[in-house]
């Protein structure tokens, strides 16, 4: 089989919209979770299964995908790839002036949702003889500390030490998983909207995004999609477990 299975988180806007349609375009079939289902047109041969729920509530999540997971016939595919997409910016500003709640969302779906996924493909998918790999969506943040953003820099950075760690544990296993996290560049999505309006006073990073927009330094969603999926389909994908698409 050359049909390849795709499991995108985020998948209703932004990179995770433009991941998306681009591995339909290729054909693949593709679970794209998100709170709303991605307005998309489905091309002949491709296809699209959007599941509505929230990644906050990451162990229901979880729990869904590896049940649908143990239903399907890895015969069907030849390879099935889980892209953990999902991130949330809480309102730019310092640590202590934040909102308990604002930031336990922030970690629950850019972490939490993450690596219960990744686990339940992991296990769902164990005994599958075919190229199974795992895509973290990280950040330059998550390897280089920002004022005003703690709960996206400590995301990020555990989703990279996540990707190190699965990926000692796949390495020892017949047909083991590869992994990756991946910093994709600094794109044109809500969140760069939202670091832009942020209140100076809190933020005092704002200057910078501000920059970027003004330089037009920002990759669209379109061209950033284009470069993870050139990076997803390496050969060396997972040679390195943390890595970032402008040094490749």
């Known amino acids: 089989m050359s049909r390849q299975l795709s499991i995108v988180t985020g998948a209703s806007r932004g990179l995770g919209l433009a991941l998306t349609e681009q591995l339909l375009a290729r054909g693949d079939r593709v679970v794209a979770l998100a709170r709303r289902a991605p307005d998309l047109v489905v091309p002949p041969g491709a296809e699209l299964l959007p599941w509505t729920l929230d990644l906050a509530q990451a162990p229901a999540a979880a729990a869904r995908l590896a049940q649908w997971l143990s239903e399907q016939d890895p015969a069907s595919w030849a390879a099935a790839t889980l892209i953990n997409n999902a991130g949330v910016v809480s309102t730019p500003g310092p640590l202590a002036a934040g909102d308990d709640a604002d930031l336990s969302n922030a970690l629950r779906v850019g972490l939490e949702a993450p690596l219960l996924l990744t686990a339940a493909f992991l296990r769902a998918t164990a005994a599958w003889a075919l190229p199974r790999k795992v895509l973290l969506v990280s950040s330059g943040l998550g390897r280089r500390a920002m004022a005003g953003s703690a709960s996206y820099c400590a995301a990020k950075a555990g989703l990279d030490h996540l990707a190190r760690a699965v990926a000692l544990e796949e390495a020892g296993r017949p047909h083991g998983a590869r992994i990756v ?51 997803l389909d390496r050969a060396d994908f997972g040679g390195q477990p943390v890595a970032d698409v402008r040094d490749a």
């Open 181 to 231: 996290s991946l910093a994709p560049g600094v794109i044109d999505t809500d969140m760069q909207v939202q670091l832009r309006a942020a209140d100076p006073a809190r933020f005092p990073e704002r200057e910078r995004f501000v920059g970027f927009h003004a330089a037009g330094q920002l990759d669209s969603p379109a061209a950033a999609a284009a470069k993870v999926l050139r990076y």
